[in-house]
């Protein structure tokens, strides 16, 4: 019952938020994104592959990354790319993260004095999508595809300052198909999905 009021209360919540939603096919890209954040708000977790860009300004870092995100319980990011920190295995639960693989140690961060990296980012990413103030959302055209796209940020911030996130999803089936995470304009992370499925949470 509990977690049903908590889902309701943010759902009325971003019914008030989304009114700074527009452009062309707005009210439709509002109910959608407000379809999503009430799927994403109630799974139990979710898999997808990953290609991770990161940009320290001066170096600029290309991952692979399988992620299994869990809600409660442990969440496994395992890398792919590039060739000689394959296997690397980052382990989160409860707040802490632990890198494994035969003592090695890839170096990913942080980009910014806040602690984001690439491992932090896809907990970050979820983290908006559930609960961000949506400050944008609308249609856009990718290639021959129409994808949603949402832009959250602080509500009192201006475009392009502090710390926004950009978000694509695929109308039909939700699924999550690019995060970007920039800083003051900048784009730090990028990070582009493929497979991506949504583990529903067990109705109460």
Request: glycine letters at 12%; proline letters at 4%; one cysteine or more.
């Amino acid at each position: 019952m509990g977690r049903c009021l908590g889902v309701c209360v943010l759902t009325m919540t971003l019914c008030l938020t989304l009114t700074c939603c527009g452009g062309e096919g707005g009210s439709r890209a509002e109910q959608l994104a407000l379809d999503i954040r009430g799927e994403y708000l109630a799974m139990a977790g979710c898999t997808a592959s990953m290609e991770v860009i990161a940009d320290y300004g001066q170096r600029v870092y290309e991952y692979g990354i399988d992620l299994n995100w869990q809600r409660e319980g442990e969440s496994v990011l395992t890398l792919t790319a590039p060739e000689n920190v394959a296997g690397i295995t980052a382990r989160m639960a409860e707040g802490e993260t632990a890198l494994e693989y035969d003592g090695v140690r890839v170096e990913t961060g942080p980009l910014d004095d806040t602690g984001l990296s690439p491992v932090s980012a896809v907990p970050l990413l979820l983290d908006y999508i559930q609960s961000g103030y949506m400050a944008e959302c609308g249609m856009e055209q990718e290639e021959e595809t129409e994808v949603l796209r949402v832009v959250c940020r602080d509500p009192e911030a201006q475009p392009g300052t502090g710390r926004e996130c950009s978000l694509w999803f695929q109308p039909d089936t939700h699924a999550l198909l690019r995060g970007e995470l920039s800083q003051d304009g900048y784009t730090v992370i990028q990070c582009v999905f493929s497979s991506f499925q949504i583990t529903p949470g067990v109705e109460n």
